[in-house]
């Protein structure tokens, strides 16, 4: 009688987490054109809710690579591939001028997350 409990509550915790999914969702967005000040126009987006949640920030990628930056902690949360990683790991982030490099690029905003891309906000 329990291995009945426990394998229906296994067996359900298994359906339900697999359950959700993340399916594109109809978005308005308006924009307003500059050079025609009374006009604005309203587009239709198909955004995911998982690519909602794959925007990164720009201010914790740049404390990670402060913070982390020999471990290429910042070049992690922003998806790079893992060879990548591994070679600023060892030549411990080209000596110094790679990290410095990339710090830069964070700070301008000119280094952008491999799979999606930054939130409006800095943190």
């Known amino acids: 009688m329990k291995l009945k409990i426990i394998l229906s509550l296994v067996s359900l915790l298994l359906i339900t987490?697999?359950?959700?999914?993340?399916f594109p969702v109809k978005r308005v967005a308006t924009f307003e054109n500059s050079s025609?000040?009374?006009?604005?126009?309203?587009?239709?987006?198909?955004?995911?809710?998982?690519?909602?949640?794959?925007?990164k920030s720009q201010g914790i990628a740049l404390l990670l690579g402060i913070l982390l930056g020999g471990l290429a902690g910042h070049k992690w949360y922003l998806?790079?591939?893992?060879?990548i990683n591994v070679l600023f790991i060892i030549t411990l982030g080209g000596l110094g001028i790679w990290w410095i490099i990339d710090m830069i690029r964070i700070i301008t905003g000119d280094y952008k997350p491999h799979n999606g891309s930054y939130k409006a906000d800095f943190f």
């Open 17 to 22: 987490s697999f359950s959700y999914a993340s």
């Open 36 to 55: 025609q000040v009374n006009k604005t126009s309203a587009t239709e987006v198909l955004v995911s809710p998982a690519a909602v949640g794959s925007e």
């Open 79 to 83: 998806g790079n591939p893992w060879y």
